[in-house]
């Protein structure tokens, strides 16, 4: 069943035909009954003799036609431990040619084979629990997996990196250990050009107040140690002459915020041992009221520290006088309430809250998450096809716009019609209190953004601030359609090789455009805005912050200086940076 000639054989052969044979015997005579099952076998021999011949087309991957189709080999190969070269014994192994996928395991010295693999490409992969595929995050891991079957295919090699494991032991002032402190960890990610702060794995502590973190890849993390929850204690019982907790979060190796924490740096397959000691400290009261809401309802309590990382603080809610409190260290805090409103829509509220004594009477009046209505204005200096409206009676949507939160606690949110709004308009919906950079593209190939602005908020150079319970006027957005094209040459880039053009318009440089690169020496980039670029080519953007100028700045000496003119076209030849990924 795994082959992938056999459709092509059996489309043609006799045995397709016998039920329809059988058939006609009964309604036909013996002569021609005779000719006709002479007739169908020689058909039969010539389909399979030249498949060509009825249309079908039988060349695997990588051949052509003249050669010899249906030809199949052995693969032979060891699974590899990437960093000690020892073999991987019971790796589950697949090969995928075609659409077809076969698996097998390797054995106790990490060989396995294949037979019967046609020839042409194929690629193979393999995975085991406490392991991770090489460049498996990498934006494009596929790059190095195919390799060519036929006659002189030699043993290949399949190399898995072992995972990295943090693990230690959480430990108060006397010795003491810590049981279920919780443990975070942290990590600095680069995501379309900009840095953000991921907590990306996390566990506890033991009654020993041991922790091991396991199944973490190469990189560089933070790792913070959240002791409260231990406690366990309600803040309403807890006794005034005994409050005392821990930090609300402690950094390696004792630093209250990321900022001013020391970075684990783990290689493949390395063991790090971290060790805490944490120090009691006053815990204080925080309490207040939290009115609109609706009756019986349970708000949401969110903590925030400086670091924009969230919270492990208890809070209890009294639902019959909407009263509310809370043990917390002291620091600053960005206190957010949530709740849902009679058709599930978000209620929202926050202060930044001060602690160093006690925080009595605070209030959160919740009132809607808001929505930003978008108007967008055309400037047509071309003859253009009228605007058409789509099946379910909307106008079609002309850009694009997202909102990126500057803080990873918060969430992002997208422009989009609702259909159950009559007339419907494009907003974006549901945006929670907090800076944003908002992304606009126009969806037309033949139109770019001029500008776009949220009252004196220009988008293209500025972030957006959210404030909390505060409506903000429409975004405006200008569309133009006298767009440049820009083509770029690559002359060193191999054939196979992979890579990104960045086009870094200097008028709204936080707003680049990201072009994918394979293979070839010249790409046309058409849909720019007339002015002044900066072009690079990168092997790898997956660490680079192109939206930081800071960053950029050290790839300068490589980057072309490029002005594009209103309907204009220009070429740059750009050297391609290495990033050493």
Not at 105 to 132: C, I, M, N, T
Not at 275 to 304: C, D, H, I, W
Not at 318 to 340: K, W
Request: proline share 8%; hydrophobic share 35%; with cysteine.
């Amino acid at each position: 069943e795994s082959d992938p000639l056999r459709p092509h054989f059996n489309s043609c052969t006799t045995r397709k035909f016998s039920i329809p044979l059988i058939r006609m015997r009964r309604k036909i005579g013996f002569s021609f009954r005779s000719f006709t099952w002479v007739a169908i076998t020689l058909l039969g021999v010539i389909c399979l003799l030249t498949p060509a011949a009825f249309g079908q087309s039988i060349t695997p991957l990588g051949r052509t036609s003249q050669e010899h189709p249906g030809q199949k080999y052995k693969l032979e190969g060891t699974v590899i431990n990437s960093v000690t070269g020892e073999p991987i014994p019971r790796a589950l192994v697949r090969i995928q040619w075609y659409a077809t996928t076969n698996s097998v395991l390797s054995g106790g010295d990490g060989r396995f084979h294949f037979d019967a693999v046609p020839e042409g490409q194929a690629v193979v992969s393999a995975q085991k629990p406490g392991f991770f595929v090489k460049n498996a995050g990498k934006t494009h891991p596929w790059q190095a997996d195919a390799i060519t079957v036929g006659p002189q295919t030699p043993s290949i090699t399949v190399a898995l990196v072992p995972e990295s494991v943090i693990y230690g032991h959480v430990e108060d002032a006397n010795g003491e250990p810590v049981e279920n402190a919780q443990v975070r960890i942290v990590q600095v990610r680069i995501e379309e050009g900009r840095k953000k702060w991921n907590q990306v794995a996390g566990g506890q502590t033991d009654e020993e107040g041991d922790f091991r973190i396991a199944d973490l890849s190469q990189g560089t993390y933070y790792v913070g140690v959240d002791a409260n929850w231990s406690l366990r204690r309600n803040p309403a019982e807890q006794s005034k002459k005994n409050r005392e907790g821990y930090p609300a979060v402690v950094y390696y190796p004792t630093s209250p915020d990321l900022w001013s924490a020391q970075p684990v740096n783990l290689a493949p397959g390395q063991r790090m041992q971290l060790q805490f000691a944490l120090k009691q400290e006053p815990l204080f009261r925080v309490s207040g009221k939290v009115t609109g809401m609706l009756p019986g309802t349970f708000p949401n309590f969110q903590f925030v520290d400086g670091s924009n990382q969230m919270l492990n603080l208890p809070t209890q809610f009294e639902r019959q006088d909407g009263t509310f409190r809370s043990l917390v260290p002291s620091g600053t805090y960005l206190l957010r309430v949530t709740a849902p409103d009679n058709k599930r829509n978000e209620l929202v509220a926050e202060q930044t809250i001060v602690v160093a004594s006690d925080v009595t009477d605070v209030h959160f009046s919740l009132a809607p998450v808001i929505s930003v209505p978008v108007l967008v204005r055309t400037e047509i200096t071309k003859p253009t096809p009228e605007v058409n409206v789509d099946a379910a009676g909307g106008y079609q949507q002309e850009v694009n716009i997202q909102f990126v939160p500057s803080n990873p606690s918060n969430r992002g949110a997208w422009a989009n019609f609702d259909p159950q709004e009559v007339p419907s308009a494009l907003k974006v919906r549901s945006v929670l209190p907090g800076k944003y950079w908002v992304e606009v593209m126009a969806v037309r190939g033949d139109r770019y953004v001029q500008s776009a602005r949220c009252g004196t908020v220009d988008l293209l150079r500025e972030e957006l601030v959210v404030p909390p319970g505060v409506q903000l006027p429409p975004i405006e957005v200008v569309l133009r359609d006298d767009t440049a094209e820009l083509t770029s040459k690559l002359p060193n880039i191999g054939g196979d090789s992979f890579g990104h053009l960045l086009i870094v318009p200097q008028f709204a440089p936080m707003h680049p455009r990201v072009v994918p690169v394979y293979g070839q020496n010249e790409y046309q980039s058409p849909g720019l805005a007339p002015g002044d670029y900066k072009v690079f080519a990168f092997d790898s953007l997956d660490q680079v912050e192109y939206t930081s100028a800071e960053t950029l700045s050290r790839y300068e000496s490589h980057a072309a200086t490029v002005s594009l003119s209103a309907n204009g076209k220009a070429s740059v030849t750009l050297e391609l940076i290495r990033t050493g990924e």
